[in-house]
């Protein structure tokens, strides 16, 4: 088949932090497919058609993209952020695997971005220096007690844990239950970073203890981060704090 399909990490939203492979991607493309405020991040040009979707029809957008391809055209797939990273990388093999046979033999290629996590670790200073993991607190696809259940595991296990999702107007209690939890686990001194928009204008990060963080201060937008047990703070005088956890663990 001559078309192809190139799923692309638009990065946490500042242009400075496009890939060079992710641009000449996006400037190849002879479609555009993604959720509306992804497609509206990537500048209008002649010969570009875009195709803007809701949210939550990730494999129809996949299995658009895939048909598209099987067509002949050259088609980019953009998510903010990383795209594998609780995007539509995932959504696109999905698609792959569940539909045409045919579509196997398309070229399909995936050009990595800076996810949220990352983008806020570098703002903050290292606080994923250490042992850490990712969890999405959205049970639109799995249930809360999977994610109840990984997020006991993992605070046991005394991880950093970047929270993707937490909380939305039709999910208003995962993220106070989440924090509810490592309450339990975790003492009240814990840092917790709120670091909503990173990389766009309206970008806001706090630095919170667990003690002090509110579920109410967050949106979809925010990306949580809770510390570790080893999670440190460098203070400085008239600016936010470093946070930093060691790589080193005691024995």
Not at 161 to 171: E, G
Request: aromatic share 6%; net charge neutral.
């Amino acid at each position: 088949m001559s078309g192809s399909v190139t799923v692309i990490g638009l990065g946490p939203g500042d242009p400075r932090y496009l890939t060079p492979a992710a641009q000449a991607a996006l400037d190849a493309a002879q479609d555009l497919i993604g959720y509306f405020p992804y497609v509206a991040r990537v500048p209008e040009r002649p010969g570009l058609t875009r195709h803007a979707s809701d949210n939550r029809v990730e494999v129809d957008r996949a299995r658009h993209a895939l048909a598209l391809a099987a067509a002949g055209r050259r088609v980019a797939v953009v998510s903010g952020g990383d795209p594998g990273v609780f995007a539509m990388a995932a959504a696109l093999f999905e698609a792959l695997e569940a539909g045409d046979p045919a579509w196997r033999a398309l070229s399909i290629t995936v050009e990595p971005g800076i996810t949220a996590m990352l983008a806020a670790a570098a703002r903050i200073g290292a606080p994923l220096g250490g042992d850490f993991c990712a969890l999405s607190l959205s049970d639109n696809l799995k249930p809360w007690e999977v994610i109840t259940a990984r997020l006991n595991a993992v605070l046991a296990a005394d991880l950093v844990i970047a929270l993707y999702n937490p909380i939305s107007r039709a999910r208003p209690w995962q993220l106070g239950a989440a924090l509810g939890l490592a309450a339990e686990h975790r003492a009240p001194e814990t840092p917790v970073i709120l670091a909503r928009a990173v990389g766009r204008p309206d970008e806001a990060i706090r630095i919170l203890t667990l003690a002090e963080a509110r579920a109410a201060e967050a949106d979809m937008a925010t990306l949580v981060m809770i510390g570790a047990s080893a999670t440190r703070l460098i203070p400085r005088e008239g600016q936010a704090p470093f946070v930093y956890t060691p790589r080193s663990v005691a024995r």
